[in-house]
């Protein structure tokens, strides 16, 4: 019982000192309908156009920029490639990444 408490412990203090970042993560996923790799030019002239890094990527080891766009900015992206929209290999290894919201209802 003593053991089963105390990895308990260990893990809710491992939690806490994540600062709810895998939280936050699987939220902005949810709430988007793709998922995106980009060429570090392209992602860094988004920067240079106005779109923000969504702040959960730099708590992240490697640090990431997710980029939150449009569907209609995407489609004019040379060497873009699509990524499974889960937390795998795939987007845990891509440093660049643009993730493309589910259309409003109101739109």
Do not use: C, N
């Not at 890094?53 to 569907?71: H, N, S, T, W």
């Not at 499974?84 to 493309?100: F, H, I, K, M």
């Amino acid at each position: 019982m003593r053991a089963r408490l105390a990895v308990r412990a260990w893990e809710y203090r491992q939690r806490d000192h994540a600062y709810g970042v895998w939280f936050r993560l699987r939220r902005l996923l949810a709430y988007s309908a793709s998922a995106w790799s980009l060429p570090e030019a392209e992602a860094r002239r988004l920067l240079a156009e106005g779109y923000a890094a969504d702040p959960v990527g730099a708590l992240l080891e490697p640090p990431k920029i997710l980029l939150i766009l449009p569907e209609e900015r995407l489609r004019d992206i040379p060497g873009r490639s699509p990524i499974p929209l889960r937390l795998g290999p795939e987007l845990l290894a891509t440093r660049w990444v643009a993730l493309v919201p589910f259309p409003r209802a109101d739109s």
